[in-house]
């Protein structure tokens, strides 16, 4: 193991280092790790017998701080970079769209997953049976995106994009976390 990665890699159970976005591809696989983690959170307090106020505010955390930016990494540059750098034979607008149907989904349940959660730290009542079987739901659309993305997309990206769009997402990455591109921090200091 390299050095830096044991500094900055972690084992999901807080926001993804900044340090990685230098190397956005394993930023983004690093989230991968960090949305597996949330997941089974999610999926604990989906069959919990008691409320778990701890967790229930490190998800809520997750979805208003992380996801969102992740979804949006993925949607507005990977994506696209994807479309324009694979051959034919990459056969990776049918993985993209299968993809984007999982992340579709899980953004319509997620107002949904934030409001029962949000609810249950303010009135302390536990969750019903429907409201679980949504955070099972919900779980089970992020995690088959995260599946299909380090099978499919990651390993592709990894050969397929240049130091270029590496650059690039590596840039609209750092914007969109409000962060100066790497060369301007660098120039600046
Ligand atoms: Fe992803």
């Not at 926001?15 to 997941?39: K, M, V, W, Y």
């Not at 349940?109 to 934030?114: A, G, I, K, M």
């Amino acid at each position: 193991m390299q050095p830096t990665e044991t500094v900055l890699r972690g084992c999901g159970d807080k926001p993804t280092s900044p340090g990685l976005l230098a190397n956005p591809l394993d930023f983004i696989s690093e989230d991968h790790l960090r949305e597996r983690q949330i997941c089974a959170v999610i999926e604990r307090l989906a069959t919990a017998t008691s409320l778990d106020p701890q967790a229930i505010t490190s998800v809520l955390r997750f979805l208003n701080e992380e996801l969102n930016v992740h979804l949006r990494d993925e949607a507005e540059d990977l994506f696209p970079l994807l479309s324009r750098r694979c051959t034919q034979e990459d056969a990776i607008e049918g993985a993209i769209t299968r993809i984007r149907a999982d992340q579709d989904e899980a953004m319509r349940l997620l107002p949904q997953v934030r409001a029962m959660l949000a609810g249950c730290l303010d009135d302390g009542v536990d969750l019903t049976v429907e409201e679980r079987a949504v955070l099972t739901k919900f779980a089970g659309h992020v995690r088959r995106h995260v599946i299909a993305e380090n099978a499919i997309l990651l390993p592709i990206a990894r050969v397929r994009l240049t130091q270029v769009d590496l650059r690039t997402l590596s840039k609209h990455m750092r914007s969109r976390r409000g962060l100066p591109d790497l060369l301007e921090a660098i120039h600046a200091e």
